[in-house]
T-cell receptor
Framework: EAQVTQNPRYLITVTGKKLTVTCSQN?????MSWYRQDPGLGLRQIYY???????DKGDVPEGYKVSRKEKRNFPLILESPSPNQTSLYFC?????????????FGQGTRLTVV | QQQVKQSPQSLIVQKGGISIINCAYE??????FPWYQQFPGKGPALLIA???DVSEKKEGRFTISFNKSAKQFSLHIMDSQPGDSATYFC???????????WGAGTKLIIKP
């Protein structure tokens, strides 16, 4: 089954404790991205990657890191999480020559930083 | 310039009625306008999309109307059903950019 898989689905952590949210897709998509979703603000892009070893900042990159060492994986790293990073996070992927605008989303990771 | 403004923030419609969600944009470089549907606990999923050279696109009960001169587009859900209750996002994309610019979302509730 074609899918984008994020782990974990839920995470509670303490301020300053480094964490990684994993994202993997099995559709051989070139383009992957991370979003955060907050009430009233919709989806805001954190980082995106056009292909292996190619990443760039989205609209809200501060406090986050990403890497793209393999085509299928695009982990999101919070090196020193803070309470304002409490949010619902989504990973998405799409093929570079896709039907335009069609992004496939994971199930989401609800992160709480206390 | 990069924003997509979506309204209303929330909407309650009786079963069988028409749900209408509106979006407006400024950047004329946008050339693809998808709508996504998100159910609680799930990621958004593509519902329907339109290009600016088309004024209307219909898929089942879902229709996008596009007004290029006004830089507005809207989603119409005909014969709305309780199963349509979800959050709807409009978005816009610039050709070759691969970045989607998102509206803030509309929480739609269909009352039985």
């Amino acid at each position: 089954e074609a899918q984008v898989t994020q782990n974990p689905r839920y995470l509670i952590t303490v301020t300053g404790k480094k964490l990684t949210v994993t994202c993997s897709q099995n559709m051989n998509h070139e383009y992957m991205s991370w979003y955060r979703q907050d009430p009233g603000l919709g989806l805001r892009q954190i980082y995106y990657s056009m292909n292996v070893e190619v990443t760039d900042k989205g609209d809200v990159p501060e406090g986050y890191k990403v890497s793209r060492k393999e085509k299928r994986n695009f982990p999101l790293i919070l090196e020193s999480p803070s309470p304002n990073q409490t949010s619902l996070y989504f990973c998405a992927s799409s093929p570079a020559t896709a039907t335009r605008g069609e992004a496939f989303f994971g199930q989401g990771t609800r992160l709480t930083v206390v | 310039q990069q924003q997509v403004k979506q309204s209303p923030q929330s909407l309650i419609v009786q079963k069988g009625g028409i749900s209408i969600i509106n979006c407006a944009y400024e950047n004329t470089a946008f050339d693809y306008f998808p709508w996504y549907q998100q159910f609680p606990g799930k990621g958004p999923a593509l519902l329907i999309a339109i290009r600016p050279d088309v004024s209307e696109k219909k898929e089942g009960r879902f229709t996008i109307s596009f007004n290029k001169s006004a830089k507005q587009f809207s989603l119409h859900i005909m014969d709305s059903q309780p199963g349509d209750s979800a959050t709807y996002f409009c978005a816009a994309e610039i050709r070759g950019n691969y970045q989607l610019i998102w509206g803030a979302g509309t929480k739609l509730i269909i009352k039985p």
